[in-house]
């Protein structure tokens, strides 16, 4: 490779790095223009497992709206282990793990899981883009707070899911 | 930007990141020294929410000395999804979330917060240091371990803080 | 240094990054080969503390066969405030801290370690791989899970292990 080209692949690392830290905060601010603005506008793939596959990115943002937009739900997604490799000057792939856990205080639950990212990224108009996410969950802890005694709902892997309800 | 420019960047990029690690490592290994050095020597801004504002690395380290330099409390600072911003050749900001954890083995307790990180730094005499961190809890969770019972004291966003006692 | 040498050097970080990544991600994968791959092949120093001490990595993938790749084992090895110094060409020097947790739904039990590994890495054949690799313990939680009751069974520092035995 040439200086150039080393160079272009460090910053494409770099990028995609922050590209990553940059939705996964975003969730946790519940900023939504910046959620949004993480994805290629156009078709793309993600899939988060237990809550749906989703082939635009207005489609992740109405759920997060609906799910994680609330003032009762404290969210802290961590990125973990990321493990980036750039295929060309425009196309990257990439693994994360994940430490999520919800504190959600109207229902006094606390819930974390434990994933995989897999990733593929674009570079589009300069600016490096999700265009597939998959995340897989690999263990999963829910607990109910009552009356300042924690009661393990949950403990083990993947946990089955009650249908989505509106928030 | 030219090569050297490029190349400038990414150093800084890097060196910030490390910087970061350090101050957070340095807290869980109570390395007093350690803590000092990441801090620019004249008046900065520190400002942790319920721990105060300073204006001062010395002021921290008083304080770290006061509340976390025990044999008694266990404490991980674990710095995530770090966004870096290079400004000039001397002046970069960054956002870091944090998870900490303390384990206070006197008091049997457990601590866990997770925020956010507002950092500037400058780069005098040719080396990255913090000039301005802002600290905000996002969540709290507290733990009192009671006959090998988990007791909920908090489980929320900031907690109310009591006011700072000598440890 | 040279354009050369600072382009050799941050790729080094780069890579060395996500070596300890690509590890600790197939810990939780449980890729035997994948962990495997991540060490030098010939006499190396790891010690895991209460785990022991292996001069080869076919003894840590042994271990790791015995301890860890079973189906009940859910592991989450995230890596934390890594800081890595490229001391030349061919060695490297890292610290970082680990926040591990276990999940084993056998025995009901949830296991969190905090620590911070000491590295020591070599480039043979191109490629960085880890030749040394020391763990320590700095805090630890050991939960048992009795009709979703939670009961503490150790919050403190290193405990003390029973001897390891035959999953």
Redesign the interface.
């Known amino acids: 490779m040439t ?2 080209q ?2 272009d692949r ?2 494409a ?2 990028e995609i ?2 590209l ?3 939705y ?2 975003a969730c ?2 519940k900023a939504i223009d910046d959620i949004r603005a993480c994805f290629a506008e156009g078709e793309i793939h993600i899939d988060y497992g237990m809550l749906g596959i989703h082939k635009h990115r207005d489609a992740l943002v109405g759920l997060f709206d609906q799910l994680g937009n609330h003032p009762h739900i ?1 969210d ?9 490799t750039i295929n060309s000057s425009t196309s990257a792939d990439a ?1 994360w ?1 994940l ?1 999520f ?1 919800q ?1 959600n ?1 109207k229902e ?1 639950t ?1 819930t974390q899981l ?1 994933g ?1 990212y897999a990733d593929k990224y674009q570079k589009i108009d300069g600016q490096w883009l999700i265009v597939s996410t998959v995340f897989t969950v ?2 999963t ?1 829910v607990h109910q ?1 009552k009356d ?6 949950f ?3 993947q946990m089955p899911m009650p249908p989505v309800k509106e928030g």
């Open positions: 200086t150039e080393r160079l460090l910053e690392i770099d790095r922050q990553k830290a940059k996964l905060s946790d601010l404290l802290s997604h961590h990125g973990q282990n990321g493990q980036i693994s793990q430490h856990q504190i205080t006094s606390v434990m995989f690999k263990s802890q707070i300042g005694n924690i009661e393990v709902v403990s083990g892997g």
